[in-house]
């Protein structure tokens, strides 16, 4: 069953890889990020019995192209009308017209078997690209910030009245290898320009969080921005 984390933001829960976020606005259904194609059943049926229906999907933001986020966006595609959003820089990766830049044999490979898990080219095209700054009217607005590293085209999304960050894998509540607690800096393995990635997350510095939602790991509802500037504060974290 989802679960509410602050008022009209729901984190979908028992799925296999990345957190996928439900945002409620009026009679508009948004979804930040899908998972794999095999979670979204799951997906599914945690909106309907919450009384939603994907008919009432507006959009779908995608945060980054990684399969653990936009593995589903086919399947939902094909169930619904929803308008794909993504920063600008993300669109070709997610669309399948060019494949993520890679650092090392080892990341090229890992990309390849991610392009072929997330399924991308097959019915999954972006409607708006997104550039820094913009704001999209959903929760009262959603301010677009570019934070690349991870990907080229990796974004937030920052509810500045209600001090909410949606930081897809810029940020790790937990390390999904190491099994190492706490938040930090997305694994170094996984990012394009490691340390772009966290000159990124450092840019962050100041902003007024009160409700952090990462990528992997817990959602944090307490402390946010005191635990963020302990992390961005310190550069050798």
Same mark, same amino acid.
Request: hydrophobic share 35%; net charge neutral; proline share 3%.
């Given at each position: 069953m989802m679960r509410e984390? @602050?008022? #009209? +933001?729901? =984190?979908?829960?028992?799925?296999r890889a990345s957190n996928v976020y439900l945002l409620v606005s009026g009679a508009e259904l948004t979804l930040v990020d899908t998972g794999l194609?095999?979670? +979204? #059943?799951r997906i599914i049926a945690q909106l309907e019995k919450k009384g939603y229906s994907l008919k009432e999907l507006h959009s779908i933001i995608l945060t980054h192209a990684h399969s653990d986020h936009v593995g589903g966006a086919f399947r939902l595609l094909s169930r619904c009308n929803a308008e794909v959003v993504a920063h600008r820089a993300e669109v070709p990766y997610i669309e399948g017209r060019d494949s993520l830049p890679a650092g090392s044999m080892l990341q090229k490979m890992m990309l390849w078997l991610d392009e072929k898990m997330a399924r991308r080219g097959r019915g999954i095209r972006v409607?708006?690209? =997104?550039?820094n700054g913009d704001v999209l009217d959903i929760l009262g607005g959603l301010k +677009?910030? /570019? @934070?690349p590293g991870h990907t080229p085209g990796s974004m937030c999304l920052y509810q500045e009245e209600r001090g909410i960050l949606f930081c897809g894998d810029l940020l790790f509540n937990g /390390?999904? =290898? @190491? %099994?190492? $607690? %706490? =938040?930090?800096?997305a694994p170094r393995l996984f990012s394009v320009d490691p340390e772009e990635a966290d000159r990124s997350a450092r840019g962050l510095f100041g902003l007024a969080i009160d409700v952090l939602c990462v990528g992997h790991g817990e959602p944090i509802v307490e402390d946010a921005r005191i635990r963020m500037e302990a992390l961005? $504060? #310190?550069p050798h974290a």
């Open positions: 984390i @602050t008022r #009209n +933001v729901y =984190l979908l829960e028992g799925l194609a095999g979670d +979204v #059943n409607a708006r690209g =997104l550039e +677009v910030l /570019h @934070t /390390h999904p =290898l @190491t %099994g190492r $607690g %706490g =938040l930090q800096y961005l $504060g #310190n």
